[in-house]
């Protein structure tokens, strides 16, 4: 049984929607470290997608260091590293790169965009 909600949305890969998915309810604490994640069986049944994509979202979240490989266990929430300042700053710039792309692609102004970020920034009550 998966422990994360999912809706898929046409025009993006499957795996890349579980993937993020699964990257929201680690963040949101659906998930904790040491809970176990579905099997590539589990997976592909409890979504409806086939085995080849589950092992593929396995696959990439176990190299993001998210899922860790338990022998006799499965697959498991890994502890949370803080990442390096220059980590951090890499991936930040790489997704704010996407997301401008995305909206300017979408012809979304400036001030759409932060306030749409600060909406949902604040969906987590902090500042």
């Not at 890994?78 to 390096?84: C, F, I, M, V, Y």
């Not at 700053?89 to 979408?106: G, N």
């Amino acid at each position: 049984m998966i422990n994360f909600s999912i809706k898929f949305q046409s025009g993006v890969p499957i795996y890349e929607q579980i993937i993020y998915a699964v990257k929201k309810a680690i963040v949101s604490e659906q998930l904790r470290p040491g809970d176990t994640f579905p099997s590539v069986r589990e997976l592909s049944k409890d979504l409806r997608i086939n085995p080849n994509t589950a092992q593929k979202v396995i696959a990439h979240l176990v190299r993001e260091k998210l899922l860790i490989i338990k022998p006799g266990i499965g697959s498991v929430v890994s502890e949370l590293k803080e990442a390096t300042d220059l980590q951090r700053k890499e991936i930040l710039d790489t997704e704010i790169e996407k997301l401008v792309v995305e909206a300017k692609r979408l012809l979304i102004n400036k001030k759409e965009v932060i306030d749409a970020v600060k909406s949902h920034w604040n969906l987590d009550n902090e500042e």
